[in-house]
């Protein structure tokens, strides 16, 4: 028998990051909303990348620094992103 993996590929943080644009749009019905989820899948992608060379026997240290920096700027991203459309919607609620 396998050992269960000790870092999982897909999180329950990945799902709330990919859920919040589509929440967000199913609420309000605007596009504007969606412009985040690339963002978050590309986030989640990398974030998997990186948990999947960790579980490996043989860990390659160059490929797990490129996705853990390519996951970090991604996420980085996504939080500017994501406060940039609360900004945008609070003015635009103001108008």
Do not use: C
Not at 36 to 43: G, H, M, N, T
Not at 69 to 89: D, P, Q, T
């Amino acid at each position: 028998m396998q050992a269960r993996s000790k870092y999982p590929m897909i999180t329950f943080g990945d799902w709330v990051l990919i859920g919040i644009p589509l929440i967000g749009y199913w609420y309000t019905s605007i596009p504007l909303m969606l412009l985040p989820l690339p963002i978050a899948i590309a986030y989640s992608i990398f974030g998997a990348l990186k948990r999947h060379h960790l579980n490996q026997p043989l860990v390659e240290p160059d490929k797990i620094r490129l996705y853990s920096s390519l996951h970090m700027k991604f996420k980085l991203g996504l939080l500017f992103s994501y406060w940039s459309l609360e900004l945008i919607a609070l003015y635009l609620a103001e108008i």
